[in-house]
C-alpha cells in the first residue's frame, strides 16, 4: 500500500486564546504521510497522547499544483504581456 497524505486536527479544545479555542474550522492541520487513515491517527496519538481520549479529525488531503506567475506593469499601470 502507498503511502497518502492526510490531514490531522487535534478536536480538543485549546486552551490558550485565538481563534481555533472553540472553532475546529479555524485550526491549523498537520500533514502527515501514512498507508491508512489509522496509521495517521496513530501518528497523532504519538504526538498528543494525552488527547487520545478526544480523538483527532482525520481526512485524505489530494495536494494540487500551483503555478506562480508576475505580472509586470508599466508606469501607467498597464499590464505588461
Same mark, same amino acid.
Request: net charge negative.
Given at each position: 500500500?502507498?503511502?497518502?497524505?492526510?490531514?490531522?486536527?487535534?478536536?480538543?479544545?485549546?486552551?490558550?486564546?485565538?481563534?481555533?479555542?472553540?472553532?475546529?474550522?479555524?485550526?491549523?492541520?498537520?500533514?502527515?504521510?501514512?498507508?491508512?487513515? &489509522?496509521?495517521?491517527?496513530?501518528?497523532?496519538?504519538?504526538?498528543?497522547?494525552?488527547?487520545? &481520549?478526544?480523538?483527532?479529525?482525520?481526512?485524505?488531503?489530494?495536494?494540487?499544483?500551483?503555478?506562480?506567475?508576475?505580472?509586470?506593469?508599466?508606469?501607467?499601470?498597464?499590464?505588461?504581456?
Amino acid at each position: 500500500m502507498e503511502l497518502k497524505d492526510y490531514r490531522c486536527t487535534r478536536t480538543a479544545l485549546y486552551q490558550h486564546d485565538c481563534l481555533g479555542k472553540n472553532d475546529i474550522s479555524a485550526r491549523q492541520g498537520y500533514y502527515i504521510q501514512a498507508h491508512g487513515i &489509522e496509521e495517521a491517527w496513530e501518528q497523532m496519538a504519538t504526538r498528543y497522547p494525552e488527547e487520545t &481520549e478526544v480523538g483527532f479529525t482525520i481526512q485524505e488531503w489530494k495536494g494540487f499544483d500551483v503555478k506562480v506567475v508576475e505580472i509586470k506593469r508599466d508606469k501607467y499601470g498597464n499590464i505588461i504581456e
